[in-house]
């Protein structure tokens, strides 16, 4: 069943078209990654779907309803930008927000206090968020998202700011979410961990909606002609080879795809003694070579 499904949303600001025809269908009870490169439309997506713009046409529906007002309280929404003020206490953000949802101030005080001590912020009820570090600012974000349990999460770049235990801990929480039934709209360029926790995937590019589906599904449309090695040396050379496609060089790693998956063993004999290996194995594209072709692939357009 799908909880949200967008039905050709149009935006425009002045000469520029953010958004065109733009449908999507969000599972429920799944992890949804909302990807594209800067200016793709991601962000006019997220703010037409929380009403905080409208769309020049087309609508928005929850659970076969159209949206309504009333039906933002089952939203949790984590900006990109931060929405806290920089004023309030820490004690005061939780109480402003969790009763902006409906919550009752019991219940805000213990599901904070909760949370708060999860992300190793219990000793900071009475600082004011202009006292909070980046990383602890994005963590107190997190929480207010989360803290009125709500059954679709909104998150727009969620990592950023933090360092890798609480990328960590907000992938944990994240993934247990999910778990417990709530439907998570995720957008965010670290491909690494979006391939680890999403379910299905779209693409925007453009405005326009360039892949959607099954990430799994996904992957497969590109075939197994990929392959991936960790090695040390200078790997310059692999990209010139006639029968290579394309490589993604990390350092340490590359992917390779090859013009077909048979030429395997003529690759390996032409690396081995020339780089040192330590693995070589056949595998399906990474999200970020995916998301690298798809972008190319629309500025060719």
């Known amino acids: 069943m799908h909880l949200l499904i967008t039905e050709k949303i149009t ?13 999507i269908s969000v599972p429920g009870q799944s992890i949804y990654g909302l990807l594209g490169p800067n200016g793709a439309g991601k962000t006019s997506l997220i703010r037409i779907i929380n009403q905080i713009i ?8 929850i659970l076969g309803r159209t949206f309504s007002e009333k039906m933002k309280n089952r939203f949790g929404y984590l900006p990109e930008e931060r929405g806290l003020y920089r004023k309030l206490k820490v004690s005061e953000v939780l109480s402003f927000f969790g009763e902006l ?12 206090a909760e949370l708060l001590l999860r992300f190793d912020l219990a000793g900071y009820m009475d600082k004011k968020v202009e006292e909070l570090s980046k ?17 679709l999460l909104i ?7 933090l360092d890798p235990l609480n990328i960590e801990l907000v992938k944990d929480i994240i993934l247990e979410k999910k778990r417990e039934g709530i439907t998570i709209i995720f957008s965010t360029h670290l491909m690494e961990y979006a391939e680890r926790i999403v379910d299905t995937v779209v693409m925007i590019n453009k405005g326009k909606k360039v892949l959607d589906g099954n990430l799994q599904n996904v992957k497969a449309t590109y075939g197994t002609r990929f ?33 077909d998956i048979d030429l395997k063993d003529r690759l390996l004999k032409d690396i081995v003694g020339k780089i040192s290996l330590s693995s070589f194995r056949v595998t399906e594209p990474s999200l970020n070579n995916i998301f690298m072709h798809k972008v190319n692939e629309g500025e060719r357009q």
């Open 11 to 23: 935006k425009k600001y002045a000469c520029h078209t953010a958004l065109k025809d733009l449908s």
């Open 54 to 61: 409208a769309p020049d046409s087309g609508n928005i529906r």
């Open 101 to 112: 949802k409906g919550m009752k101030q019991d219940d805000i005080k213990s599901k904070g």
């Open 135 to 151: 990383g602890m600012a994005q963590k107190l974000q997190f929480i207010i998202t989360i803290l009125h349990s709500p059954e």
């Open 155 to 161: 998150l727009d770049e969620p990592f950023s700011g």
């Open 227 to 259: 392959i991936k090695i960790s090695y040390d040396g200078d790997s310059g050379f692999v990209s010139t080879l006639d029968y290579v496609k394309n490589v993604k060089d990390y350092g340490k790693e590359m992917e390779i795809e090859l013009d």
